[in-house]
C-alpha cells in the first residue's frame, strides 16, 4: 500500500514537473531573428522599400514568438498537422515570402552598385530592363542616326568627307576592316562596305544606304 502511494505521488509530481517544463518552455520561446547573409542596399532609391523590408523582418519575428507562446506552435518545424497548425504555418510562409521578395530587390540593387551603377541607373534598368551600357548604346545609336539623316546624300561620292564617313569608318574597323580612319570616303572604304554588305545579304554596291547603315549599327 505504502508503495502503490510512493507511485502515484511520483506519478502526480511528474505531470507537475511536465506541465511546469511545458508552461516554461511556452513562455520562453528559444531566441529567434531573421538573419540573411545577403548584402542588401540600405541606400536604396525608394527609401519606402527599405523601410517595408526591416517592418516585414519585425513582423516576422513577432509572429514566430506570438505562435509560439500563445499557440504552443513552432512555425519552422511544426509537429502537429491540426487545422490551427497548418493556417499559422501557411502564414508563417506568406511573411517570410515578403521578407524574401524585398530581400531578393535590395541584394540586387547592391549588386548593380558593386558593378558601379548609381541609383538613376538602376532605377531605368527597372522601368526599361536596359543597363547602362544598352543605354549608352541605344544613344549613341541614336545620335548616328540623326547623323546619317543630315549627311547621307553627301556621303555616296568617291572623295566625300565628312563626320557620317568617319563614324562608317569607325564601325566598319571595329568589325575587322582594314581600313584607313579619315573620314573620306576612298575606294578602300568602297569596298570594306561592299564586302560587308555581301555578308549580310544585301546589295554589295559599297553604298551607304539605310539598309547597310542599320546593319552596321547592329
Known amino acids: 500500500m505504502k508503495q502503490l502511494i510512493i507511485l502515484i505521488l511520483i506519478t502526480i509530481l511528474g505531470f507537475i514537473v511536465y506541465d ?23 541606400e536604396y532609391h525608394n527609401q519606402d522599400v527599405v523601410l517595408m523590408y ?18 504552443d506552435i513552432d512555425v519552422r518545424l511544426p509537429e502537429d498537422d ?44 527597372e522601368n526599361n530592363h536596359s543597363t547602362p551600357e544598352e ?4 544613344g549613341q ?10 549627311q547621307w546624300e553627301i556621303s555616296q561620292r568617291i572623295g566625300a568627307k565628312n563626320a557620317l564617313i568617319y563614324e562608317t569608318q569607325r564601325i566598319l574597323i571595329a568589325k575587322g576592316y582594314d581600313i584607313t580612319l579619315d573620314g573620306v570616303f576612298a575606294k578602300a572604304t568602297m569596298e570594306a562596305l561592299s564586302d560587308f ?16 547603315f542599320e546593319a552596321l549599327l547592329k
Open 141 to 150: 545609336k541614336s545620335l548616328l542616326k540623326q547623323l546619317y539623316d543630315n
Open 197 to 212: 554588305e555581301s555578308k549580310n545579304n544585301l546589295y554589295p554596291d559599297g553604298k551607304l544606304d539605310v539598309l547597310t
Open 135 to 138: 543605354i549608352k548604346t541605344i
Open 54 to 71: 526591416h517592418d516585414a523582418i519585425t513582423d516576422l519575428n513577432s509572429f514566430i514568438k506570438l505562435q509560439w507562446t500563445a499557440n
Open 20 to 42: 511546469f517544463y511545458k508552461d516554461w518552455d511556452r513562455f520562453h520561446a528559444p531566441e529567434y531573428h531573421y538573419s540573411t547573409e545577403a548584402i542588401i542596399d540600405e
Open 82 to 125: 491540426d487545422l490551427e497548425t497548418t493556417l499559422a504555418v501557411k502564414e508563417y510562409a506568406q511573411k517570410l515570402a515578403r521578407v524574401t521578395y524585398l530581400e531578393q530587390k535590395l541584394a540586387q540593387s547592391a549588386n548593380y552598385k558593386s558593378k558601379g551603377w548609381n541609383n538613376q541607373q538602376i532605377i531605368d534598368f
